[in-house]
């Protein structure tokens, strides 16, 4: 397989993964999961983790995986790219497991005794790689292994960080964000 179309499948594949955390930020606000409640004398997760900005990130991501959907095929003809269709429970594995790795990020965050919006570096580019792949080889064993070869899950493994400060670059200077991670 040739690099460049590895680099547009691992791309493809992981949007519905990529675009939760964005549109978390968008719509945040509310009630924190954790409600408040702390363990010791630290918040569980913090006000970061709200459950409107976790519905609205795994509705997003489901959107979106059913939206591409619809476009595979003429992607396919028109580039020749392999570009995967989704089934709903790769999406709900890769939108629900960047969210779920986020929640499991501000959790270690919180217990390390980081604030909210502190830098962890590694953990802040990664963590919803870490929850969503094996989450969704989890629900959809059969899509994933035939989507997520290990050349893609390399790629993955690259692009993510480069994207996710790039995408958190622009968020924070377009004052989205409050910080630049
Ligand atoms: N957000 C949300 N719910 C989520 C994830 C994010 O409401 N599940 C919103 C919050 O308003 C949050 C903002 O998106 O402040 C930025 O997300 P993030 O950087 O992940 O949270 P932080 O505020 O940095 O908190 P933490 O240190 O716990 O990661
Ligand atoms: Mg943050």
């Keep these: ?5 590895t ?15 964005n549109a978390a930020v ?4 509310g009630r924190p999961i ?16 709200t459950w409107r900005g976790t519905a609205a990130g795994i509705v997003t991501g489901l959107a979106l995986a059913g939206f591409l959907s619809l476009f ?10 392999d570009v ?29 005794g980081r604030q909210r919006g502190a830098m962890f570096p590694g953990l802040d580019q990664l963590d919803f790689v870490v929850v969503s792949l094996p989450l969704t080889a989890l629900l959809a064993s059969e899509w994933f292994f035939d989507v997520f070869t290990w050349e893609v899950i390399a790629v ?11 995408t958190n670059m622009i968020a924070y200077k377009l004052g989205l964000k409050n910080e630049p991670w």
């Design 26 to 29: 968008l719509a945040g606000g």
């Design 72 to 81: 595979a095929g003429e992607v396919r003809s028109a580039t020749g790219v």
């Design 7 to 21: 680099i547009v499948i691992a791309f493809w594949a992981m949007l519905p993964a990529y675009v939760p955390n």
């Design 84 to 112: 995967p269709e989704f089934t709903l429970l790769a999406a709900l594995g890769l939108a629900a497991g960047a969210m779920l790795g986020d929640i499991l990020a501000s959790f270690l965050k919180r217990r390390t």
């Design 34 to 49: 954790d409600g408040g409640r702390t363990w010791g004398d630290k918040r569980m997760l913090g006000d970061g983790k």
């Design 1 to 5: 397989m040739a690099i460049l179309e």
């Design 156 to 166: 993955v493994v690259i692009l993510t960080p480069i994207l996710h400060v790039a």
